[in-house]
Every structure is written in structure tokens, then in C-alpha cells.
């Protein structure tokens, strides 16, 4: 089989494989293979993130029973995004199997990690076609929510930006301001990177699948900035 080594290290063994190859072909692919057989993945990411969210909530929601809503969104926010999804796709060995344009295997970077995760979402969407939700929620078990008790010991999840805004308070007497750079993605999944100014300067950048989540990390990345200053 193509994939015997990916669907090992995934520890799924697809009924049919069709899925699983329309999970790790890139829109850019069909741009220089217009004969390919299988549409780009951008269905079953779609899907895979619906079924990504769930698995996620409700996971969280019985396992932290005293955990208000806020707290909830925050963890789960930490666990799904793009920067977690990337490197879990890169663990897995997605990377290598991903079918893409030469000039997109050339790229790295943020541009990379956003397909990673892309490509791990479509795969969970590939794994609820091919055996249903209980299938893709052990996937998402083994894989996603085995980071939860990290972020949680960590306070991975935490308000950073509040923390952020004190510091910059405290120490400069202004207020951070965040701009959108720019946006990039289908519709549907919007990535966005943003900066994080303050005396007319930009003190770091952070990307996310929604402003409040690349505000976020662009907040984490100025606390690394202030704390190495």
C-alpha cells in the first residue's frame, strides 16, 4: 500500500484509501496536474475542523467539569491551533506525504505550518468519511487532546495579552495596539497575521486562524520580546 507507513504512524487503517490521498492533495497540486483524480482537501478540512471542534468540546467539558466556559474556549484554542496542528502533522510524517505544487514544497515557514494543519484537519474529516465519529474521536484522542495536560500545567491557555498590556503599561505608559498584516486562506479558514506595535515600533507578530487567536500569540511572542530586552 502508498501509505502503509503514514496510516501506521497515524494508527488508522483506511477502508478506503481515496480518502486519505483527497486528505494530503493540496490545491496547488491539481494546478500542475490537472489529470489528478481526486478533488483538493479543502472539503474535508472543512469537515475536519467541525469534527475537530467537537471532539475537542466535548472532551474538555467532561474532563474539567469545575472549568467555567472562558477557561474551556481558552484551552481548546491552545490545543487546535495552527502552530499545534502543524507540529502534530509533522510528528505523524504528513509532511513528506503531502502533494503539492514545487513551488509550494519549496516554501517554509508560517505558510507551511498553515497547510500542515490544514492537511491534519482534512485527515480527521478523511477518518469520520471512511469510519465515522467514534473513529476520528480516538484519532483526535491519540493525537490532539494528549497536550491538554501541558497547556493546563503550564498556563499555556492563559490571557497573555492582558499580561502583555500590563507589562507595556507598567514599564513604557502606553497601550499596545494590534494591525492586522495580512489575511491569507479559503473563505471558510482564514488565517491571519498580526503585529503588535507600541511607541510607533512593531515589537512581534503573531498568526492564528482567527484575529483574536494571532493577537494572541503575537502577545506571547512581545512577552519573549520584553523579557529578553
Not at 488565517?191 to 515589537?203: E, H, S, Y
Request: aromatic share 10%; proline share 2%.
Amino acid at each position: 500500500m502508498e501509505y502503509e507507513d503514514l496510516q501506521q504512524r497515524l494508527g488508522v487503517r483506511f477502508l478506503s484509501e481515496q480518502y486519505l490521498e483527497e486528505a494530503l492533495t493540496h490545491r496547488s497540486y491539481l494546478n500542475e496536474n490537472p489529470d489528478w483524480k481526486l478533488p483538493h482537501n479543502e472539503r474535508l478540512e472543512f469537515l475536519g475542523d467541525a469534527v475537530l471542534e467537537l471532539v475537542t468540546t466535548d472532551f474538555l467539558f467532561r474532563r474539567y467539569p469545575s472549568y467555567e466556559e472562558g477557561r474551556l474556549t481558552s484551552i481548546r484554542a491552545a490545543l487546535v491551533n495552527f502552530q499545534n496542528l502543524s507540529r502534530i502533522a509533522r510528528e505523524l510524517g504528513v509532511e513528506e506525504n503531502l502533494k503539492m505544487s514545487k513551488g509550494e514544497e519549496r516554501d517554509t515557514g508560517r505558510a507551511r505550518d498553515v497547510i500542515l494543519a490544514n492537511a491534519l484537519e482534512a485527515i480527521i474529516g478523511a477518518v469520520y468519511c471512511d469510519a465515522g465519529y467514534e473513529a476520528a474521536e480516538r484519532f483526535v484522542g491519540l493525537h490532539v487532546s494528549t497536550g491538554v495536560d501541558e497547556i493546563v500545567a503550564k498556563n499555556l491557555d492563559k490571557d497573555v495579552k492582558s499580561l502583555f498590556q500590563e507589562i507595556v503599561q507598567e514599564r513604557f505608559k502606553v497601550t499596545p495596539i494590534y494591525e492586522v498584516l495580512e489575511e491569507s486562506g479559503p473563505e471558510h479558514r482564514k488565517a491571519f497575521r498580526v503585529g503588535v506595535f507600541f511607541n510607533g515600533t512593531k515589537i512581534a507578530e503573531g498568526e492564528g486562524y482567527s484575529k483574536q487567536e494571532a493577537e494572541t500569540e503575537a502577545a506571547r511572542r512581545g512577552l519573549h520580546v520584553l523579557k529578553t530586552s
